[in-house]
Nanobody
Framework: QLQVVESGGGLVQPGGSLRLSCAAS????????IGWFRQAPGKEREGVSC????????NYVDFVEGRFTISRDNAKNTVYLQMNSLTPEDTAIYYC???????????????????????WGQGTQVTVSS
């Protein structure tokens, strides 16, 4: 069964940090761009960051630029999202997904479009609160 599994979420105080992991089973993440997304209560799911299959190109949305860092370890079949300086507005369920369709390529330039991604995980809850 092909799947990705997110982990590392939890409760953190404002200004704190968390590192999320996205691990794959049944296939290799190394061939694909991987995206991180989040969905806050009552809001639509939105893109957060993307990393190219080789790690060469990386993209962030404005509201996490400078605070979040995406990375990957293809040998461990895992992608990470380091989140620093967290605020209550970062509270959401965080998802990772692989972009496996050849049509969309493996690089991460331009918007992080949900429709381009498949093999979604179940998400990990991140709550930022004092």
């Amino acid at each position: 069964q092909l799947q990705v599994v997110e982990s590392g979420g939890g409760l953190v105080q404002p200004g704190g940090s968390l590192r999320l992991s996205c691990a794959a089973s049944g296939f290799s993440l190394a061939h694909y761009a991987i995206g991180w997304f989040r969905q806050a209560p009552g809001k639509e799911r939105e893109g957060v960051s993307c990393i190219e299959s080789s790690g060469t190109s990386i993209n962030y949305v404005d509201f996490v630029e400078g605070r979040f860092t995406i990375s990957r370890d293809n040998a461990k079949n895992t992608v990470y999202l380091q989140m620093n300086s967290l605020t209550p507005e970062d509270t959401a369920i965080y998802y990772c997904a692989a972009r496996t369709r050849a049509t969309y390529g493996t690089s991460c330039y331009g918007p992080i479009a949900l429709s381009e991604y498949d093999y979604w995980g179940q998400g990990t809850q991140v709550t930022v609160s004092s």
